[in-house]
């Protein structure tokens, strides 16, 4: 539908949870991720957000690995919004 | 199927105490199934309540080092234990350095397994990863 850097439609992603790890270093946004992925259902949207210069790479990296889908990815200064759609 | 990801400690200093934690919640947190092999020197960071120290003469700045992490809100070594634990990071302890240190199973932190060798190789032999530290 459109690629990770369109923050177009982002707006209309419908969060289910939001974990904020602003303020935490890599790896400690993906640890805390993995946690709270664990809590929540299929098909549920996580807005992580989060303002280690790692995050930028390092999510889209769980994502792939891991089988979860990114489904919007903004970028506001310093601070990184990802979407998760989970598996 | 699940990617392993193996590591051996042999140094017990604060440095090696961090690294397989830090790379093993992060492995965890990747889906890959984590173990860790503590060996030699590196057996004591599997003691209870181990408070692991920098290198040598450095030893004595530990605190500094500590003071700065919790700056950045890095956990302290028991707490990414127990994170690690809490995210199914695997930790065996060397059956002969466990000997050869004058270590008994009470003296080990809740969840470590002693294992041996040949079948830390075992699990070894077909990861995706290993990787020696210290």
Known sequence: MHGSDNTAGVDVVEKDATLDAKGLMCPMPIVQLARKIKEMKSGQILELLADDIGAKEDVPAWCSRTGNQLVGQEEDGKTFSFYIKIK | MTDKFCMVVSEGSFDKAMMPLIMGTTGASMGMEVHVFYTFFGLKLLKKGMK??????MRFFTGMMEKKMSKFKIPGYQEMMEQAKDLGVHFYACSTSMSLMGMKEADLMEGTKVL?????LNLAADSKMTLFIG
């Not at chain 2, 692991?52 to 003469?57: C, F, I, R, T, V």
């Not at chain 2, 041996?116 to 830390?120: E, I, K, T, V």
């Open chain 2, 52 to 57: 692991p120290k920098l290198p040598g003469m």
């Open chain 2, 116 to 120: 041996g060798a040949s079948a830390f």
